[in-house]
């Protein structure tokens, strides 16, 4: 079996697998994911070290700093969940799975990821409920002054990016021989024992 780590190209970049608009657009996702991820954790790393900077050389912290690091753990929790879907990074229990022959884990495959698809269109259309809900209610971040229901827009989009991710492993695995846990990573596992 092959390992599972992504496929990619000599420049280190992600290569989707699918062929050409899906391909592209899968490239493109990824791209937005991998931004959004490494300025949401630098940003918040940064916030953080000013406010304890800050607080012990001019005895005053930010005012803001804690409603501002929430905004980027929504951020970083909601575009990391297509990352991970992306990079077969998810938890899964595959004694059953690992068990079956390569027909039986491809079939298994596609139902699993045709359901989380699902599952996660399902919860993008409620996390958008939530949101006009906050919306109607008016409610404003007390340090920053603007609506709460705009820090929330994040959880939509993760779902709806994940959603697609799991769409795309589905057709990925419909396509291919092989099974891939999403569109760049083939099932198996990497020997990770050197030798001695």
């Avoid at 280190?12 to 592209?24: A, K, N, T, Y």
């Avoid at 929790?77 to 899964?92: E, L, P, Q, S, V």
């Avoid at 949101?131 to 929330?152: C, H, N, S």
């Amino acid at each position: 079996m092959s390992d599972n780590s992504p496929d990619t190209d000599d420049t280190g970049d992600f290569e989707s697998g699918l062929p050409g608009f899906l391909g592209i657009f899968d490239v493109f996702i990824s791209k937005v994911e991998a931004v959004m991820l490494a300025a949401g954790v630098l940003l918040m790393a940064l916030n953080t070290c000013v406010n304890v900077v800050a607080r012990y050389v001019f005895q005053e912290g930010m005012f803001y700093t804690g409603e501002v690091n929430r905004i980027l753990i929504i951020l970083i929790t909601f575009a990391g969940i297509g990352y991970a879907a992306r990079h077969g990074r998810h938890i899964r229990m595959s004694a059953i799975f690992d068990a079956l022959p390569l027909m039986g884990r491809k079939i298994l495959m596609i139902i699993i990821a045709l359901f989380t698809s699902v599952v996660m269109f399902f919860l993008c259309y409620y996390s958008y409920e939530y949101i006009v809900t906050l919306a109607g209610r008016g409610r404003i971040l007390p340090a920053l002054g603007f609506e709460v229901w705009m820090i929330y827009v994040w959880a939509p989009v993760g779902f709806a990016i994940t959603g697609i991710q799991y769409l795309l492993t589905a057709i990925k695995n419909f396509r291919t021989r092989e099974v891939y846990l999403s569109t760049g990573v083939r099932d198996g596992y990497a020997d990770t024992e050197s030798e001695v």
